[in-house]
């Protein structure tokens, strides 16, 4: 039995979690198992559920993804991959994102297919 790459989304707008859920979803290899719109509703979901990958938006309307990013580093558990997908996409906020454990940094502007081949990469 094969089993699915369980992930979770960390963005507040609706309509790109919507589009993430579709297009994540359709390789029949991904299970987004929740999602959250802020910082603090994100470290508690996150802490108390298993997950393979999180998809961490930078700007949220609860503080924000590095502040996540920073609170998953500060835990004892091991944790999945922590990929960020932001419209913030500077090269000094990916170093940052890099250095509180993200393993990737894609741009919400033009690396949405590139986002989604990574996760398939990943479940396969």
């Known amino acids: 039995m094969n089993r699915k790459l369980k992930v979770f989304l960390i963005e507040d707008a609706i309509k790109i979690r919507s589009i993430l859920i579709e297009l994540l979803q359709q390789t029949g290899k991904v299970d987004v198992i929740g999602y959250a719109e802020g910082q603090s509703d994100a470290l508690r979901q996150l802490r108390s559920n298993e997950w393979d990958a ?8 609860d503080g924000n993804g590095l502040a996540v990013l920073a609170g998953l580093q500060g835990d004892i558990k091991p944790y999945g991959e922590r990929i960020v997908f932001t419209g913030s996409p500077s090269p000094e906020m990916k170093a940052r994102t890099l250095r509180l454990g993200a393993s990737a940094f894609f741009d919400k502007a033009c690396d949405l297919d590139m986002l989604v081949s990574y996760i398939q ?3 396969a």
């Open 121 to 123: 990469k990943l479940a």
């Open 54 to 61: 999180v998809i961490v938006d930078i700007g949220l309307h």
